[in-house]
């Protein structure tokens, strides 16, 4: 039994917005307004653009099987041991991804929400979580983003409006200041972490309702995904300036205490932190449960709940080891992780593409092994 029911092309659509978003709305405008200051949105703009290509190359090579997902179709067309290769890399991709942000959000509750309590306990409550939701399967995955969807708009929007009064437009001058070549830098990592990490989705696409208008809303929801990094990429720049930004570690979150509407609505900044975990939540849910279900595919396993468990002990051993501090672990993700995402992401993709059209031409039958 590898999948738990299906979800509708909306359900995807609302898992691709949550997976844009994912944990790039605390931890991306630092990384832009590191890499380009002030110009730090003309990289979100151009990382959507960006990200867009990526996204059209997913759906397509979704639909070169669309009833198989990559670790099957990567087997169908490389051979039994190239193919059970770059399936472990795919594997090990998903289960390093769900490890980082399972430690991204652990070191936030921990140094902003509760300071006071051990990093292993809230890792430990996080993964317990995800193992509840791969659990049930693909469908109450799903239903569950449909339902929080509305009131993560609602904070959403209520963050931008709310802090409209304090944004000063000079805080973007002078454009361009220090040439192009920062813009490049900080628009390579705004489409490989909201848009390159989203690959495990070639786990998850063989399991929506397929409609005519699939494509569209595929494409439509990466669009709102990154039209709200973009958007609070802009706000921490309008209201912070791309010092603070840069140097804060989490400055979506140092944005939100800056909301003061009358001395009376205030420190709300706690209330938005919730619901944009949220996002990293749905985000690395979907990582367990594709590397869950690609495991049980690799192995052919009869059910894919037999890898659920031993994957606690993975994801909490290396979530914990995974860096030694945040600083550690920042300079990895500006240094190194972007080439490790665009290998799995855009090289692995175009190369199942190449082989499928080169198979095709010689009008060779394929079977799965």
Same mark, same amino acid.
């Given at each position: 039994?590898?999948?738990?029911?299906?979800?509708?092309?909306?359900?995807?659509?609302?898992?691709?917005?949550?997976?844009?978003?994912? /944990?790039?709305?605390?931890?991306?405008?630092?990384?832009?307004?590191?890499?380009?200051?002030?110009? $730090?949105?003309?990289?979100?703009?151009?990382?959507?653009?960006?990200?867009?290509?990526?996204?059209?190359?997913?759906?397509?090579?979704?639909?070169?099987?669309? /009833? *198989?997902?990559?670790?099957?179709?990567?087997?169908?067309?490389?051979?039994?041991?190239?193919?059970?290769?770059?399936?472990?890399?795919?594997?090990?991709?998903?289960?390093?991804?769900?490890?980082?942000?399972?430690?991204?959000?652990?070191?936030?509750?921990?140094?902003?929400?509760?300071?006071?309590?051990?990093?292993?306990?809230?890792?430990?409550? *996080?993964?317990?979580?995800?193992?509840? $939701?791969?659990?049930?399967?693909?469908?109450?995955?799903?239903?569950a983003a449909e339902i929080v969807f509305p009131w993560f708009v609602l904070s959403f929007v209520l963050l931008i409006v709310f802090l409209v009064p304090k944004f000063h437009s000079i805080n973007l001058m002078p454009v361009l200041a220090e040439?192009?070549?920062?813009?490049?830098?900080?628009?390579?990592?705004?489409?490989?972490?909201?848009?390159?990490?989203?690959?495990?989705?070639?786990?998850?696409?063989?399991?929506?309702?397929?409609?005519?208008?699939?494509?569209?809303?595929?494409?439509?929801?990466?669009?709102?995904?990154?039209?709200?990094?973009?958007?609070?990429?802009?706000?921490? *720049?309008?209201?912070?300036?791309?010092?603070?930004?840069?140097?804060?570690?989490?400055?979506a979150y140092a944005l939100a205490k800056k909301i003061s509407i009358g001395h009376f609505l205030e420190r709300i900044e706690a209330i938005q932190a919730v619901i944009w975990m949220l996002s990293g939540f749905f985000k690395s849910v979907l990582?367990?449960?594709?590397?869950?279900?690609?495991?049980?595919?690799?192995?052919?396993?009869?059910?894919?709940?037999?890898?659920?468990?031993?994957?606690?002990? *993975?994801?909490?051993?290396?979530?914990?080891?995974?860096?030694?501090?945040?600083?550690?672990?920042?300079?990895?993700?500006?240094?190194?992780?972007?080439?490790?995402?665009?290998?799995?992401?855009?090289?692995?993709?175009?190369?199942?593409?190449?082989?499928?059209?080169?198979?095709?031409?010689?009008?060779?039958?394929l079977t799965i092994t």
């Amino acid at each position: 039994m590898f999948t738990n029911g299906k979800i509708s092309v909306q359900q995807m659509a609302i898992l691709v917005i949550f997976s844009v978003i994912g /944990d790039s709305i605390l931890i991306l405008p630092s990384i832009t307004a590191t890499a380009a200051k002030q110009d $730090g949105w003309i990289c979100a703009l151009l990382g959507l653009s960006i990200g867009l290509l990526i996204m059209s190359l997913f759906f397509y090579v979704s639909t070169l099987y669309p /009833d *198989l997902t990559v670790i099957q179709y990567a087997r169908l067309l490389l051979g039994s041991w190239v193919g059970t290769f770059v399936s472990i890399i795919l594997l090990i991709h998903y289960l390093l991804n769900t490890s980082a942000m399972i430690r991204e959000i652990g070191d936030f509750m921990t140094t902003q929400l509760l300071p006071n309590t051990p990093l292993k306990a809230v890792i430990l409550l *996080l993964i317990l979580i995800l193992i509840w $939701g791969v659990h049930n399967g693909i469908e109450t995955i799903g239903r569950a983003a449909e339902i929080v969807f509305p009131w993560f708009v609602l904070s959403f929007v209520l963050l931008i409006v709310f802090l409209v009064p304090k944004f000063h437009s000079i805080n973007l001058m002078p454009v361009l200041a220090e040439g192009i070549k920062p813009v490049i830098n900080g628009t390579l990592y705004v489409a490989m972490y909201p848009y390159a990490e989203l690959c495990f989705f070639l786990m998850v696409l063989p399991s929506v309702k397929r409609s005519s208008h699939m494509r569209r809303d595929w494409l439509i929801a990466s669009v709102l995904g990154g039209v709200a990094i973009l958007t609070i990429v802009l706000a921490c *720049l309008l209201v912070l300036g791309d010092y603070l930004t840069s140097h804060q570690m989490y400055p979506a979150y140092a944005l939100a205490k800056k909301i003061s509407i009358g001395h009376f609505l205030e420190r709300i900044e706690a209330i938005q932190a919730v619901i944009w975990m949220l996002s990293g939540f749905f985000k690395s849910v979907l990582y367990s449960y594709s590397f869950s279900l690609g495991t049980a595919q690799l192995f052919k396993l009869k059910d894919q709940h037999v890898v659920t468990w031993p994957m606690l002990f *993975l994801l909490f051993g290396i979530s914990y080891e995974i860096a030694p501090n945040i600083a550690y672990y920042n300079q990895t993700l500006l240094k190194y992780w972007p080439f490790w995402d665009l290998t799995i992401a855009v090289i692995i993709p175009v190369v199942l593409i190449l082989v499928h059209k080169l198979r095709n031409k010689s009008s060779e039958k394929l079977t799965i092994t």
